[in-house]
C-alpha cells in the first residue's frame, strides 16, 4: 500500500479546492444568465405579450428543470467535506489498494480495492461495489468490512466520476462508463479468481449493476448479481414523489436508469435485498425487478426492519448473502430455486 506524505495531501487538497471553486463560479455563471434569460423573457411577455415570447419562456423554463434534474439526483457534496475528504480503509484495519482507472471517454476515476490476505486472495469470491447517488467510498467502509470479514471476499470500492477523488461530473451515461471501467480492471487482474466476480449495487447503485450486468458484453463474464434497496426507473420514482409527472414524455427526463427494461436481460444468478422499511423507494419496487429478471436461479429476501440505507445492518443480511453465493456455487447450471421469495 503506498504512503502518502503530508505534502501530498496538502497539494491534493489544494487542487481540489481550486477545482470546486472553479464548478462553483461556473454554474454560478450559468444559472444567472438563464435567469436573466427569463426574466426578459418574463418582462417582455408582460410588457408585449405575443404568442412567440410566451413560446420561448416555456424553452427557458424547460430547460432549468432540464438541467436541474442533476442536481435533484446527485449528492457528491453530502456531506460537505465528501469531495476533499475519502476515509480510507486502513482505519477500519483492512488491507487495501489505492486504484485509478481511466475510463472510455478519458476521466480519471478512483476506487479502493480491498483485498483478502495472500493465501486467500486467489479463491476468494470478489465484490465490484455501486453505492448510492450521496457521499463517497469512504462512507461505505463498514459494510465492505462485514463483506471482507463476513463473506471473505475482496471488495472493489468504485467512486463514480464527480464524487470523492474522482474526476468528471456524474451522469447516466458517465456511470456505465465507470462502471465498464471498473470491470474490466477486475478483468485485467491476475491475482483473483475472475470467474467469481460478483456485481453488487445499492440504490442507485442497483441501477448502474443492472445496466451493467444486462450488456451481452458483459454478463457472461459476472458470476452473479446483487442489488439492494434500488428502483424501477427515474420517471416511475419521480410519479412517486410528485403528482403528474407520469404526464411528462420520457425525454424530459435528463436521467432515466430504466431498470424496469433491462431486467429480463439479466441472466446470471440474481439476489434482490429489499428493506420493507425503505420510506425512500417503494419495497414494490424490489418485487417488480425480482419478478421480471431474466435469471433463472434469483432470490428475493425481505428484511421487515431494513431503512433505504439502513438494511445492511439487518439481522441475517450476510446470511443471506453467503446462501445466496452457496446456491451459485452448488447450481452451475444455474437452475431455479424452490423458493424464490423468502
Known amino acids: ?201 445499492r440504490s442507485l447503485g442497483g441501477a448502474v449493476a443492472i445496466d451493467l450486468v444486462s450488456n451481452p458484453i458483459y454478463m457472461s463474464k459476472v458470476f452473479a448479481m446483487i442489488v439492494e434497496n434500488t428502483f424501477t426507473s427515474i420517471p416511475l420514482m419521480a410519479t412517486q414523489i410528485v403528482s403528474g409527472m407520469e404526464r411528462l414524455p420520457m425525454i424530459c427526463f435528463r436521467n432515466q436508469f430504466l431498470n424496469v427494461n433491462k431486467i429480463h436481460r439479466v441472466r446470471v444468478p440474481a439476489l434482490f435485498l429489499s428493506g420493507l422499511a425503505d420510506q425512500l423507494i417503494p419495497p414494490n419496487m424490489m418485487t417488480e425487478l425480482f419478478q421480471m429478471c431474466g435469471a433463472r436461479l434469483k432470490l428475493l429476501e425481505r428484511f421487515e426492519t431494513g431503512t433505504h440505507n439502513g438494511t445492511w445492518q439487518c439481522a441475517g443480511y450476510y446470511e443471506a448473502i453467503n446462501r445466496f453465493l452457496g446456491h451459485v456455487r452448488h447450481n452451475p447450471s444455474n437452475t431455479s430455486l424452490s423458493d424464490d421469495i423468502v
Open 1 to 201: 500500500m503506498r504512503s502518502v506524505r503530508p505534502s501530498d495531501r496538502h497539494m491534493g487538497f489544494s487542487a481540489t479546492h481550486s477545482i470546486g471553486r472553479l464548478a462553483v463560479y461556473t454554474f454560478q455563471r450559468f444559472w444567472r444568465a438563464c435567469s436573466a434569460v427569463m426574466l426578459t423573457l418574463i418582462l417582455c411577455y408582460w410588457l408585449y405579450g405575443g404568442v412567440l415570447i410566451f413560446i420561448l419562456l416555456l424553452i427557458a423554463l424547460g430547460g432549468a428543470f432540464y438541467n436541474y434534474q442533476d442536481m435533484l439526483l446527485y449528492y457528491p457534496e453530502q456531506p460537505e467535506s465528501a469531495r476533499v475528504f475519502v476515509q480510507t480503509p486502513n482505519t477500519v484495519g483492512l488491507p487495501y489498494q489505492n486504484v485509478y482507472l481511466n475510463t472510455e471517454d478519458g476521466v480519471r476515476i478512483n476506487g479502493y480495492f480491498i483485498i483478502q490476505a495472500a493465501d486467500r486472495i486467489r479463491n476468494a469470491p470478489t465484490f465490484l461495489y455501486f453505492h448510492g447517488n450521496a457521499g463517497n467510498i469512504g462512507h461505505r467502509l463498514h459494510n465492505a468490512q462485514a463483506l471482507y470479514s463476513l463473506c471473505g471476499a475482496n471488495v472493489l470500492l468504485l467512486e463514480y466520476r464527480g464524487y470523492g477523488k474522482s474526476e468528471g461530473t456524474p451522469s447516466e451515461a458517465g456511470m456505465r462508463l465507470d462502471a465498464q471501467a471498473a470491470l474490466e480492471y477486475l478483468l485485467n487482474r491476475c491475482d483473483i479468481d475472475i470467474n467469481q466476480i460478483i456485481i453488487f449495487g
